[in-house]
């Protein structure tokens, strides 16, 4: 009997199987198909860069294209009109044949030479720390030098200075043995004059010069003994900085050259030939230029500017107090020895007087002896017995002429008032001739003094020009002043055997 199949529905899918079955098996494959590209996508990334990986939003065939693109050549327009293909910037191999340069690809798992790789890697870590360790030693070793030069520069300006300031203690010795010199002269010398004012402003012209050059001294000392504790900070650093380094194949000047810099202090020194030298590095407490090394070095800087301007200074100083010392000591001699010479002319005045006044005195006393004479002859001899006939006043002429009343004869009476008048012109003339002789003897006296006055002013003025002579010390110039009397020796050292 027929078996009869019932009628199948009419439709358009003409697969036979079913579509569960189907879709499994689509599932299965776009699974594997995910974890393919997974897997190859992971694969790729751990031999490229971080960008380079494909960007899921994009195409496929469009991300290696935008990926290629920054690697190609820039085309640059020149002013001739034609063009230029130049090389991205940045690290990469240059492909000129692709024109292209694509960066350095780093990898991110270690590869088979990963054990010389880091035994290299730490080699050059630690190469590049003595490098470092034995630049920054060089730097310090610099800084040390021209810090013991500027030392040394302040050491021979301070013995410049210093004995600039003993010549101005020698000029203030100086000084006062002028003024004690001069004390010596009369009490009529002694009036306060022109010379008397310019040895007072000597002397206080000279205290301000010492003033100053202490002030100096004391100035330079204390920035020598700054320079020796930077100098020891810098010896320190230095030696600390050299433990890192066993080989110095290179000197330190080497050093610094191939670095590009010849100093990193002294900013006079002659620049480097090079155009761009390395530039000083941040201060690290765990690297090789660590925060001391830099204080020290930023230290010696400071203290090189600063000691430059206190030499500049001080030289100028020493040249000026120099220069004004000098002047000073001229005008005190130039004035002193004018009042000698003022001395000379009023002494050569009174000398002059002084002979006037003597002639006088010769014929006052001539006269006054003539007078004596004549006043004798007046008086007439001293016995009655010894006069003449004709002297008495009883002669026989007189008695006859006095017989009459009224006649008698004033002879008497005439020469009683003439020997009067001779008296008192005698009289008269010996006062004069007594102040004569005391004027002369006041004149004479001035004239002494004038002339010791002068002697005094003429062996100040040696004494200052012969002292003043840059090889007399100031141990010379202090012997000179001491209690004793210029004007008597010195005491004497008693011998051993009088002892």
């Known amino acids: 009997m027929p078996v009869l199949i019932p009628p199948t529905e009419h439709s358009r899918d003409l697969r036979v ?36 990986v494909q960007d899921p939003s994009m195409e496929r065939h469009l991300c290696r294209a935008a990926y290629v693109l920054p690697w190609r050549f820039h085309v640059e327009m020149l002013k001739g009109g034609g063009t230029l293909e130049k090389p991205p910037p940045g690290e990469g191999v240059t492909l000129w044949k692709d024109k292209m340069k694509p960066p350095a690809w780093h990898a991110r798992l270690p590869l088979p030479m990963h054990r010389d790789a880091l035994a290299l890697q730490t080699a050059e870590v630690a190469h590049a720390h003595a490098r470092g360790a034995r630049l920054t030693a060089a730097r310090l070793c610099r800084a040390q030098h021209q810090i013991n030069g500027q030392v040394r520069l302040l050491q021979r300006q301070r013995e410049a200075t210093d004995h600039r300031l003993s010549e101005v203690r020698k000029g203030l010795l100086i000084n006062q043995q002028s003024v004690k010199l001069r004390g010596y002269r009369p009490k009529s010398e002694k009036l306060p004059d022109r010379a008397d004012s310019m040895l007072t402003w000597e002397k206080e012209k000279l205290k301000s010069m010492k003033r100053k050059m202490e002030k100096d001294m004391e100035k330079s000392e204390a920035l020598l ?30 050093v610094l050259e191939q670095a590009g810099r010849h100093s990193w202090v002294n900013l006079s020194c002659v620049p480097s030939p090079r155009t761009q030298g390395l530039k000083t590095p941040p201060p690290d407490p765990v690297g090789t230029y660590t925060p001391e090394c830099a204080a020290a070095l930023y230290e010696a800087k400071r203290l090189l500017l600063e000691s430059k301007d206190t030499l500049l200074e001080m030289a100028k100083n020493e040249e000026d107090i120099q220069e004004q010392q000098q002047q000073i000591g001229d005008r005190v001699c130039a004035s002193i020895a004018k009042k000698t010479r003022e001395t000379s002319e009023l002494m050569e005045r009174m000398n002059m007087t002084l002979g006037l006044m003597r002639g006088t005195i010769h014929r006052c006393t001539k006269f006054n002896q003539e007078m004596y004479i004549t006043r004798d002859l007046i008086k007439g001899p001293l016995s009655k017995s010894h006069l003449e006939t004709r002297e008495k006043l009883d002669r026989p002429l007189v008695r006859v002429y006095q017989r009459h009343v009224g ?93």
């Open 17 to 52: 199987g079913a579509p569960a079955w189907r879709e499994a098996a689509k599932a299965t494959t776009r699974k594997a198909h995910q974890l393919t590209d997974r897997c190859r996508q992971e694969a790729v990334t751990v031999w490229q860069p971080k960008d380079s």
């Open 225 to 254: 003994k700054t320079l020796a504790s930077c100098r020891d900070t810098l010896v320190f650093c230095c030696k600390e900085r050299l433990q890192a380094v066993d080989l110095m194949n290179q000197p330190l000047d080497k």
């Open 407 to 499: 006649t008698q004869l004033p002879e008497a009476t005439r020469l009683a008032q003439g020997t009067d008048k001779v008296q008192r012109h005698i009289s008269h003339m010996e006062k004069n001739l007594k102040e004569l002789l005391a004027k002369r003897k006041d004149l004479t006296w001035s004239l002494n003094c004038k002339k010791i006055g002068r002697d005094v002013d003429y062996n100040v003025v040696r004494l200052r020009l012969r002292q003043q002579h840059p090889h007399v010390c100031y141990e010379q110039a202090q012997r000179l002043v001491s209690d004793w009397d210029p004007r008597t020796p010195p005491p004497r050292a008693e011998s051993p055997a009088t002892q």
